[in-house]
């Protein structure tokens, strides 16, 4: 008789160790369990080995997640002896249902041992048997309730009944288990929206601060109307008409925010950041473009939803319109606006910068103030200026001949013509001349 390793294990009678058993090889790679023998190899049998069976199988078909039968044979031997054989499974992790998706419930071969799986062990075979869709993914965290994400499906009249779960992507179809996009909607939601508003322009000193968690519905209810608080309106009068002008288009924000929630990228743990100050609103979300998409792309209206099932479900709300139009609409709404917003993507991060309307309106004004104005040409300067284009220089003999003009009006004019930038004065005395600036 062999003795246990990796891929043997002996069993004398039923209990529960025997469904970790069967979870461990079917993690691994595969294992006999020969039901009848004791640790230390000896023939022990079976005296009911008939109703041994019958529980045994139908043990493992309820107690064990998801469906291992299929890569599990029973065969009786002579000695009343029951072999059962497991076949490394293709949907891993198995589990045990009563304790789900959870290294109490998962458990993987460790030499001539069945031991507890780890979280990143759990993760790890999530991923390769879900494949790379985040949001298609198990969640380990399987404990979840829904009640914000029921409010706002009622209040978009869309049904949000448990029947509909697997079709909106919030279980996987395989063993029912929530998946990171229920995570997502659920009000046990891991991540966070933080808003930070700063007195400088570099971002450095806050005036105040807050974190939004819970269910992705209610971090954007409550983001929303917080940076309403932070979009100020400023009234101008011009003789009896009064016009009323917010910081920011209220739908700017609004497509803005909704971007960063619905394609950032959610592996990631870290939170969306939104930094406000008197010149410009930023919106920082995880994760850049994907694979072959640019700034511009974006920019023209060029959609790869990274949470294609997410986008999906806000699209149903009628929270987004349709794929692509919310950075064009942003940059439609700063049409008349003198600085205009911007985009940026690095590897990990996208960025949305929003212009303080008002205070780029009032930076123009100022700039255009101060802007000195354009001299005005009088008939003799332009006599003068054609001159000196077709003849480079000329002395003041020859400005006043031109003119039929005396010396001190010569005088008067070319001073004048000299500040307001139009020509140089080269010289002095009889050797004077004048050319263009």
Do not use: W
């Not at 139908?58 to 890569?71: C, E, S, Y």
């Not at 048997?129 to 965290?141: N, P």
């Not at 808003?195 to 105040?208: G, H, K, L, P, Y």
Request: charged share 25%.
């Amino acid at each position: 008789m062999q003795y246990e390793s990796e891929r043997i294990e002996y069993k004398f009678q039923m209990i529960d160790d025997i469904y970790k058993e069967v979870i461990a090889f079917a993690n691994t790679d595969g294992g006999v369990i020969y039901f009848g023998i004791d640790d230390k190899g000896n023939l022990i049998g079976i005296d009911n080995v008939d109703e041994t069976y019958t529980r045994l199988t139908n043990g493992i078909r309820d107690a064990i997640q998801p469906d291992v039968t299929m890569f599990v044979r029973y065969v009786l031997q002579e000695n009343k002896v029951i072999r059962i054989e497991v076949g490394e499974g293709s949907y891993k992790p198995y589990y045990l249902k009563g304790k789900g998706l959870k290294p109490a419930g998962v458990y993987v071969r460790q030499g001539a041992t069945s031991v507890q799986a780890s979280p990143e062990q759990i993760r790890q075979m999530i991923k390769d048997s879900d494949g790379d869709v985040f949001e298609e993914m198990r969640t380990v965290q399987q404990d979840l309730t829904f009640d914000e994400a029921a409010v706002a499906f009622k209040r978009y009249k869309v049904d949000f009944s448990e029947d509909k779960y697997i079709a909106l992507g919030l279980r996987n179809i395989h063993d029912d288990q929530y998946t990171n996009l229920a995570l997502i909607l659920s009000d046990q939601c891991q991540h966070t929206t933080k808003i930070a508003v700063f007195n400088d322009e570099s971002c450095t000193e806050f005036r105040d601060s807050k974190e939004f968690g819970g269910s992705i519905f209610k971090q954007f209810e409550n983001s929303i109307n917080y940076l309403a608080l932070c979009n100020r309106t400023v009234s101008t009068i011009k003789g009896v008409v009064r016009t009323d002008k917010q910081d920011y288009p209220e739908e700017a924000i609004r497509e803005a925010l909704l971007n960063a929630l619905v394609h950032r990228d959610y592996s990631f743990s870290g939170s969306i950041i939104i930094n406000v100050n008197d010149s410009k609103m930023e919106f920082i979300s995880l994760g850049g473009l994907l694979p072959g998409l640019s700034t511009e792309d974006i920019r023209l209206g060029v959609s790869q939803p990274r949470n294609k099932k997410l986008a999906e479900i806000f699209h149903r709300l009628r929270l987004i319109e349709s794929y692509g139009t919310g950075i064009r609409r942003i940059f439609k709404l700063y049409a008349s606006c003198p600085v205009q917003p911007s985009i940026e993507a690095t590897t990990n991060a996208f960025r949305i910068v929003l212009p303080n309307m008002n205070a780029a309106s009032a930076g123009a004004e100022i700039a255009a103030e101060a802007k000195p104005a354009a001299p005005i040409i009088t008939p003799q300067m332009k006599i003068v200026l054609d001159y000196l284009k077709e003849y480079g220089e000329m002395r003041d003999e020859e400005l006043q001949e031109l003119l039929h003009i005396k010396k001190t009006r010569a005088y008067l004019l070319t001073r004048q013509m000299s500040e307001e930038g139009l020509i140089e004065i080269v010289g002095r005395g009889a050797e004077k001349t004048y050319r263009l600036r």
